[in-house]
């Protein structure tokens, strides 16, 4: 076991042996000076905070309307109901724990390539920060099979197997949520072309581990940030950690509920909805004494279909906020401007906020 920081470090340039880690190294250590204030640990006010993010029970006729609302209000809530069998949620965080307690040497066998998506690695926002991130991650685009085979030579199947029944199940989950989300903007389903029944978006798995911490108050677990996508479905172990910013009361603490998956909406969905359902901003902060452990399914349209403003939302007080964008597109704007991607395909807005009525093609005018 390493005894010095440099040691626990050394093995990949980014990596820690986290478990050899008696005090929190300086690497890790946040202050306010190394983040914009929104990506500060949690202070003594943040958890004097009442109100939480609804908890939606999908078998409740009101379900849209619910949804609509959580939408427009928090950009997150939980559901119950959803049709996951609670026995996969257990074998995805089982088979999930035992991916990161493998050895560090083990784990950068399938290390993310430095121009790659999928592989084990820290935080990809990592390099918009100048201290690092307490947590671990896995990502899953297309098919696991190669860096599982490193992972575990000779029982890759088992983990290749709760992979695909999990993406499976949300994929179904997403379309039900996102037919949830339209509907609630007045919009059917299969009004929207990619969207319909029987269409598949693309997705990925992230798996996230934040072990647990010497000195918590001064580490971060994952920085605050929007997903890319347009909806992000969220398991997270009997641990909490996961917090969304909420305008009026700051950070808000979505604490984990038995049996319940955390819904954020990602910038797509804030695109697509010219902005009536706002992506939201989240982080993970964590804590003294246990590992955590969340699955997120990032759910995006198929990669080559460019997403605007639904025209059903659209009138001449409604002009398009945004331009299109493939979510390719878009990750890649995320990869160069972080937090400021949105904003980086946003149209001019007129200046007095009133547009020309007479403009019938809905172009932005400033008048
Ligand atoms: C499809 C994707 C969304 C994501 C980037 C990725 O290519 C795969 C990982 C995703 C993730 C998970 C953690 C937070 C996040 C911002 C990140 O750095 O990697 C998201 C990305 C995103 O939504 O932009
Ligand atoms: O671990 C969490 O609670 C948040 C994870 C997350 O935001 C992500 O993977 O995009
Ligand atoms: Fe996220």
New binding site residues.
Partial sequence: MPSRVSDAIKPHKHVLDFTSLQELPESHAWSSLDSPSSNNPPTAADSSVSESVPVIDLDNPNAQELVGRACKTWGAFQVMNHGIETSLLDRIESTGKSLFSLPTHQKLKAARAADG?SGYGV???SSFFSKLMWSE?F?I?GSPLEHARQLWPHDYNHFCGIIEEYEKEMQKLAGRLMGLMLGSLGIAQEDVDWAGPNKEGA??I?L?SYPACPDPDRAMG?AA?????LL?ILYQNNTSGLQVLRDASGWVTVPPVPGALVVNI??LLHILSNGSYPSVLHRAVVNRTQQRLSV?Y?Y?PPSNVQISPLSKLLDPTHPPLYRPVT?TEY?GA?AKHFNEALSSVQLCIPRTGLVNQNNVENRVEII
């Avoid at 940030?225 to 996508?229: G, K, M, V």
């Fill in positions: 998506v935080a990809r926002i991650g990502t685009l997705a990925a992230q996230n994952l940030h929007t997903d890319s996508t992000t990602g910038d997120a990032l995006g979510w990750l995320k």
